[in-house]
């Protein structure tokens, strides 16, 4: 793990001077957590974006800090077809948890239109996921257990003019290892690794589907990018939550940009609300 990090590091501070590279830092709060997420992303050819990403987290369940990794991975084939892949690591806690996977995704042009500058997309990921946790399963506790699952999911964009967009997405688990009588898996891994749960929450709830739409649309006036969105998650033993979010990043000049992220949570009997700022400087 240590090598993997000294060696991010290093890449990361070569790659300013021979490509395009931008970086940015994230804090979201909660009454039940915080975390900041620190992220970097090189693009050492037109058609390939390497990143990395580190999170660390304090979550009221816990004792100690949660730490995450990722190298994501971007190769784009011309304007119709991009590939993704983004490996996930997080090591051993002191509670004993530890997680490992990654999120595949390849993005398809389905139509477009030149006269109207419209364009349909299409996206398909599978998200796989190994933890390492302790699993209450028909009242019984299995400590260190190894638990494995799996997320499908499906996202359909609408492009207008590159101003206005409307996505429809949809997400499915499944767990290879079982989740009958499974009350409760005390793990570290946010389920959003597996696929995009359109909420800042940190999930440890175990999902079984989630379904949502975003609008987002650019501002040249007031030099923004903005969303709102809406998804709903269902989860086994905890019952559905109803998400939105809104969302901007501004432009300020010279490279400069900053946002802010605001998300309410509908749960019967627990509303919550979750706030996240941050800053990105493209060199």
């Known amino acids: 793990m240590k090598k993997i990090i000294f060696c991010s590091v290093l890449f990361l501070a070569a790659v300013p001077h021979i490509c395009g590279f931008e970086v940015s830092d994230t804090y979201t709060h909660s009454s039940a957590f915080w975390r900041n997420n620190i992220s970097a992303y090189a693009q050492p050819a037109y058609a390939l974006s390497l990143g990395a990403e580190f999170d660390l987290t304090e979550h009221k369940d816990?004792?100690?800090?949660?730490?995450?990794?990722?190298?994501?991975?971007?190769?784009?084939?011309?304007?119709?077809?991009?590939?993704?892949l983004r490996p996930f690591y997080y090591p051993d806690n002191a509670n004993g948890a530890s997680a490992w996977g990654a999120l595949a995704a390849v993005k398809m042009l389905v139509n477009s239109d030149e006269v109207e500058n419209s364009s349909t997309n299409a996206q398909l990921s599978l998200g796989y996921a190994a933890q390492k946790a302790d699993v209450d399963k028909n009242g019984v506790l299995?400590?260190?257990?190894?638990?494995?699952?799996?997320?499908?999911?499906?996202?359909?964009?609408?492009?207008?003019?590159?101003?206005?967009?409307?996505?429809?997405?949809?997400?499915?688990?499944?767990?290879?290892?079982?989740?009958d009588g499974v009350q409760n898996v005390r793990g570290v891994m946010n389920q959003a690794e597996l696929a995009d749960l359109g909420t800042l929450d940190y999930v440890l709830g175990l999902p079984d589907y989630s379904a949502g739409v975003k609008i987002r649309w650019v501002?040249?006036?007031?030099?923004?990018?903005?969303?709102?969105?809406?998804?709903?998650?269902?989860?086994?033993?905890?019952?559905?939550?109803?998400?939105?979010?809104?969302?901007?990043?501004?432009?300020?000049?010279?490279?400069?940009?900053?946002?802010?992220?605001?998300?309410?949570?509908?749960?019967?009997?627990?509303?919550?609300?979750?706030?996240?700022?941050?800053?990105?400087y493209k060199f």
């Open 142 to 179: 299995a400590r260190n257990d190894d638990f494995r699952q799996l997320a499908y999911g499906l996202l359909v964009n609408f492009n207008y003019f590159d101003i206005y967009s409307f996505d429809v997405a949809g997400t499915v688990y499944q767990y290879i290892s079982g989740i």
């Open 219 to 280: 501002s040249s006036a007031s030099r923004s990018d903005n969303y709102i969105s809406y998804r709903y998650i269902d989860t086994y033993n905890d019952g559905g939550a109803h998400l939105l979010v809104a969302a901007v990043m501004i432009d300020t000049g010279r490279d400069f940009f900053i946002n802010f992220a605001y998300n309410h949570i509908f749960r019967a009997g627990a509303d919550r609300d979750l706030y996240s700022a941050g800053i990105m």
């Open 62 to 84: 816990f004792y100690n800090h949660i730490y995450a990794l990722r190298l994501p991975v971007t190769l784009s084939t011309g304007d119709d077809t991009q590939f993704a």
